[in-house]
């Protein structure tokens, strides 16, 4: 199938001044402009896929910026205006005192055909998400499934438009969306409330929504799926693991909790006690991670996929991209490694340690971990008879007698964080030249639990290592269900979790 794009590029280079433009009205690669920047001070650029070039010597003036925004429709509480009719979207950066200093004029394109790739996941019924970074095409593929589904499919289609993003500006909808009817957001945090009239108020078969960013609009959205309607939205973020560790956004894909198994479970599961679960089935029932504008990854079955992540088995999805020809094409992707695998890498540049005097640190921990990653450890009983000194932070603070003598002796120290099994795990596979590939969730989790036993048995408050918000909300909870007490300490990106009695 053959796409067709339409940008209407002259009508947003008709609003910029004549000596800014003037490069890119014959240019060759006009059909690639993302954008054009305009800075008060600074040269105008025109930004591509690939590369910036700048359009013209001359600094952008404030009577530039003026004449710009005389040109476009009115700016929203979000910053965002646009040209009537068209898709542009026109950004503005502003100063403290609310005047504009700054704009990005960004292309608006209608791709016609870019549906095509997912069009059978569209046919089902089923909610869909659209995942992918900022530019990559999730907006223009969602206006394609809009217009398909409304009038191809014959769907009651109603698009939640915030910033007229999606169906352009003006009271009249760009032609993009077909017969789609277009419900526009006064302010960008309105968006949710929107949502629900949308369903309340229009009886849709189908909503569409851009940009799903707010713990509201995720709540919206669930509420939206569970009355029967299909859902087509889109979100930040590169794969599925990004919303899976995003506390605002994880919902849509099911939400995660830790959970403590009993004993005998924890051995038939052969995985530590405290582990990581999907709290609820997702608001999606599929993803598409949009790669590039021409191709995706699919995963069918987000509840399986989100299970699996969450268990470090391997992930299939299918691939698929338009091939010269405009035909879709498709194939199995292969799955990556195992998260819980550990593998051996090339050599280290210096051998691993042959006698490893440990100070501070629990012996048979040492030993317990070098049998899982299969090393052959060799912990000697005094630092004359060792060629590396492992000592963990709180006693290298301390500054004992004992890093003196290495020091004098040239025995190399390495300072261990905690003294905790994953940490002992990190250090191990460092020496040695493993590579590890451990979930970080899993292994927080396992650090706060051996943390948790270390406070019971009278160790007094330990401090965790630093994780993300949503990790560390993760602990706090776990640390509650043991009675225990915990705080979180230190800035981003250093904060961390700290458990006492």
Known sequence: MKRLITDDLNVLLGVLPAYITRPLWNSDERNELLEVVLDLGRQPEARYTDKQVALNPSEITQEDIDYVVARVGKFGEDNRAGIERTLHRISAIRNRTGRIIGLSCRVGRAVFGNAEMIRDLVESGQSIMLLGRPGVGK????????????????????????????????????????????????????????????????????????????????????????????????????????????????????????????????RRRRTQKSILERKAPPTFDMLVEILEWDRVAIHPDVASTVDAILRGRELHTEERWFDEDGEVKSKEAAPPVPAKSATVSEPPEES?????????????????????????????????????????????????????????????????????????????ADLYGLQESNDPAEEALQEVEEAINAVKGGEGAIELGPQNSFIRRLQHEMIAKYDLHSESAGKEPGRRVKVFE
């Open 139 to 266: 907006t223009t593929m969602l206006r394609e499934v809009a217009r398909v589904m409304a009038d191809e499919m014959g769907k009651r289609v109603v698009i939640v438009d915030t910033s007229n993003e999606i169906a352009g500006d003006g009271d009249i909808p760009h032609p993009a969306i077909g017969r789609a009817r277009r419900m526009q957001v006064a302010r960008p945090s309105m968006q949710h409330a929107v949502m629900i009239e949308a369903v309340e108020n229009h009886m849709p078969e189908v909503i569409i929504i851009d940009e799903i960013g707010t713990e509201l609009e995720a709540t919206a959205a669930r509420t939206i799926a569970e009355r029967g309607v299909q859902l087509i939205g889109t979100a930040h973020g590169n794969e599925l693991e990004n919303l899976i560790m995003n506390p605002t956004l994880s919902d849509l894909v099911g939400g995660i909790q830790t959970v403590t198994l009993g004993d005998d479970e924890a």
């Open 352 to 428: 691993p340690p042959k006698g490893i005097y440990p100070f501070g640190i629990d012996r048979s921990r040492l030993e317990k971990v070098a049998r899982k990653m299969q090393i052959s450890l060799n912990l000697v009983e005094s630092l004359n008879a060792a060629d590396l000194l492992m000592i963990t932070k709180n006693h290298y603070r301390k500054n004992p007698q004992i890093l003196e003598t290495a020091e004098a002796s040239k025995i190399p120290i390495y300072v261990l964080r905690s003294n905790t099994l994953s940490q002992i795990e990190h250090s191990l």
